[in-house]
């Protein structure tokens, strides 16, 4: 299984960055998948999640209604897009899945930095 993050990056507040997670090793569509941060000094906190069938979404309370996780079956890919961002979003973002009974799967991370 790997999972390769990509599309972090400095963004202002207010700011946009659309996330993307490939995914490989394991049948894709029939997995949850799901989006972690980490700031500095800050336990790891879950953002969002996306089901592996009707894409039912969950979201953390600080992310709810600002950013949108979806997913691309044909290209074995999960997106988080992240509108209206705030220096508090600044943090590494993670890509995560478990494949199986306790099998869990991390990406590297992508460094989502929010500030003027």
């Known amino acids: 299984v790997h999972l390769v993050e990509s599309g972090g990056g400095l963004v202002q507040p207010g700011g946009s960055l659309r996330l993307s997670c490939a995914a490989s090793g394991f049948t894709f569509s029939s997995y949850g998948m799901t989006w972690y941060r980490q700031a500095p000094g800050k336990e790891r906190e879950l953002v969002a999640t996306?089901?592996?069938?009707?894409?039912?979404?969950y979201y953390s309370d600080s992310v709810k209604g600002r950013f949108t996780i979806s997913r691309d079956n044909a290209k074995n890919t999960v997106y988080l897009q992240m509108n209206s961002l705030k220096p508090e979003d600044t943090a590494v973002y993670l890509c995560y899945a478990r494949v199986g009974v306790g099998n869990d799967y991390w990406g590297q991370g992508t460094q989502v930095t929010v500030s003027s």
């Open positions: 996306i089901s592996p069938i009707r894409d039912r979404t």
